[in-house]
Structure formats: structure tokens, C-alpha cells
């Protein structure tokens, strides 16, 4: 599980066998180590909402998304599923959850369990 942030956007990208694994246990968690602290991030199902959403507590960034909405994204060639959420003070915090592709550049990362990127051609 790859994660990106960028100012208030939150990106995840899940490997073939991610998406698999999240999709029978509907959790799925990754962490970061430093010297005195560790960042988690997941990823979890969350049936009290109907759309996804993102808490950051303690050192741990988890982002919820409704059943039928991973049902939905997990099932299906759906690239992604996405929310803006507000979060006070006329702010938004963007969240986007999708497949990972393999790169079309060159890259030193291990892609052998990403998706074939549609953009590729033969």
C-alpha cells in the first residue's frame, strides 16, 4: 500500500494482492519506521458512513470507506473511489483510493503485482 500526501490530499494505491487481502478482511495497514516513532496509515471499512473518510489520531492516519462502496471498487474494473471532506473553516480534505498501475517509465520499485497500466501500448 503506497501512500501520497500532498497539502490536503490524501492519495492510497493498492497492489492486485492488496486489493484481494482488503477485500476479504476489509483492513488492510501499512507502517513507516523512524529511530523514535513509527507512522501508521490503513485503510478499513466503516459501515457508520456513506462515503470515505479520514481520521488522523496518535501517530496513525486511517481512511474508512462504506461496505458497498468497497464491495463496488473491489469487485469491478473501477480505477478509483474518491471524496472531498470537509473539515471546518470552508476546508476540504481530498481522499482518492485506487489501483495500483505499473509504471510506464522506469522505475527500480517492484511492479510485479500491479495492475497492467491501460495506458500501455504494443
Same mark, same amino acid.
Given at each position: 500500500?503506497?501512500?501520497?500526501?500532498?497539502?490536503?490530499? %490524501?492519495?492510497?494505491? /493498492?497492489?492486485?494482492?492488496?486489493? +484481494? &487481502?482488503?477485500?476479504?478482511?476489509?483492513?488492510?495497514?501499512?507502517?513507516?519506521? !523512524?529511530?523514535?516513532?513509527?507512522?501508521? &496509515?490503513?485503510?478499513?471499512?466503516?459501515?457508520?458512513?456513506?462515503?470515505? %473518510?479520514?481520521?488522523?489520531?496518535?501517530?496513525?492516519?486511517?481512511?474508512?470507506?462504506?461496505?458497498?462502496?468497497?464491495?463496488?471498487?473491489?469487485?469491478? +474494473?473501477?480505477?478509483?473511489?474518491?471524496?472531498? /471532506?470537509? %473539515?471546518?473553516?470552508?476546508?476540504? /480534505? !481530498?481522499?482518492?483510493?485506487?489501483?495500483?498501475?505499473?509504471?510506464?517509465?522506469?522505475? /527500480?520499485?517492484?511492479?510485479?503485482?500491479? &495492475?497492467?497500466?491501460?495506458?500501455?501500448?504494443?
Amino acid at each position: 500500500m503506497k501512500l501520497r500526501i500532498k497539502g490536503n490530499s %490524501i492519495r492510497i494505491r /493498492l497492489s492486485k494482492s492488496e486489493v +484481494d &487481502y482488503f477485500g476479504s478482511t476489509g483492513y488492510l495497514e501499512e507502517k513507516t519506521e !523512524f529511530a523514535n516513532s513509527e507512522l501508521v &496509515y490503513a485503510l478499513k471499512i466503516n459501515s457508520e458512513n456513506e462515503q470515505i %473518510i479520514a481520521n488522523f489520531e496518535g501517530n496513525t492516519i486511517t481512511v474508512s470507506i462504506p461496505e458497498n462502496l468497497k464491495k463496488e471498487w473491489v469487485e469491478s +474494473d473501477k480505477i478509483g473511489i474518491e471524496n472531498k /471532506l470537509d %473539515i471546518g473553516m470552508g476546508k476540504q /480534505l !481530498f481522499l482518492l483510493i485506487e489501483k495500483d498501475f505499473v509504471c510506464l517509465d522506469n522505475t /527500480l520499485e517492484d511492479q510485479s503485482d500491479n &495492475y497492467p497500466n491501460p495506458n500501455a501500448t504494443c
